[in-house]
């Protein structure tokens, strides 16, 4: 039973352009969502975060917008830079079990 | 500053045999966790340690033991390896939960023949 879904894994944006990752949810108790890049041969590294009072947050090129109605979050990048490529993680914690639950990923490539 | 320290990086390990992956961290953080990455699954989730002696199941516990007898050490325990525990394994930890991001070590490839 899959709690945090990425149903894209794969997704081609050219440099300048608006990049947005797509994440659901099925657990209306979490609290937090987060994201995460990896690369190859590396662990991931956090992001952004946002919790579930807010709907948008800002961070540089980086947004996260939490629609809860939904169970639907996504990640902005703007403007896509090459540097972006890597794989992205949407994460998510509920307070009351302390676990931090992760999707499959979606593959970014940043094309010139 | 070191961060998450996992060793060996690469092991490569026969059926039935046991190991222990390490995990370190010099952050002082109360927060530590245990995953595996396989293609198309994304991480899941193994064991986590909301603080020294405190350890409970994540999604797939199934083949692993853990211990928490200190802050700063998380060691993951395969008993007996299988080759359905193939995987790459990574170790993170956090000073909470909530927006508090873990920071990740870079983590410890796995074969079992």
């Known amino acids: 039973d899959q709690q945090v879904k990425q149903n894209s894994p794969s997704l081609s944006v050219q440099e300048g352009r608006i990049s947005i990752l797509n994440c659901d949810y099925t657990?209306?108790?979490?609290?937090?969502f987060l994201w995460y890049k990896k690369y190859p041969a590396e662990g991931p590294t956090f992001l952004i975060s946002?919790?579930?009072?807010?709907d948008k947050n800002e961070d540089g090129r980086f947004t996260v917008f939490l629609n809860k109605s939904a169970k639907h979050l996504s990640l902005h990048i703007v403007p896509s830079q090459p540097g972006d490529s890597a794989v992205y993680f949407c994460?998510?914690?509920?307070?009351?079990?302390?676990?931090?639950?992760f999707g499959t990923g979606t593959r970014l490539q940043v094309f010139p | 500053n070191a961060g998450v320290t996992q060793t060996p990086k690469f092991q490569v390990l026969k059926t039935g045999q046991s190991m222990t992956l390490q995990c370190a961290q010099d952050?002082?953080?109360?927060?530590m966790s245990w995953y595996r990455q396989d293609p198309g699954m994304g991480l899941r989730l193994i064991h986590y340690?909301?603080?020294?002696?405190?350890?409970d199941q994540g999604e797939v516990p199934n083949g692993y033991n853990v211990s928490r007898s200190t802050t700063e050490d998380f060691p993951l325990r395969l008993l007996s390896a299988a080759p359905s525990q193939t995987s790459v394994y990574f170790c993170?930890?956090?000073?909470?939960?909530?927006?508090?991001?873990?920071?990740f070590g870079s983590g410890t490839r796995l074969t079992v023949v």
């Open positions: 340690s909301v603080g020294a002696g405190i350890t």
């Open positions: 946002i919790s579930s009072i807010k």
């Open positions: 952050m002082n953080h109360e927060y």
């Open positions: 994460a998510a914690s509920e307070i009351v079990t302390d676990k931090l639950i």
């Open positions: 993170a930890s956090s000073a909470g939960t909530g927006s508090y991001g873990y920071t």
């Open positions: 657990n209306s108790m979490f609290d937090y």
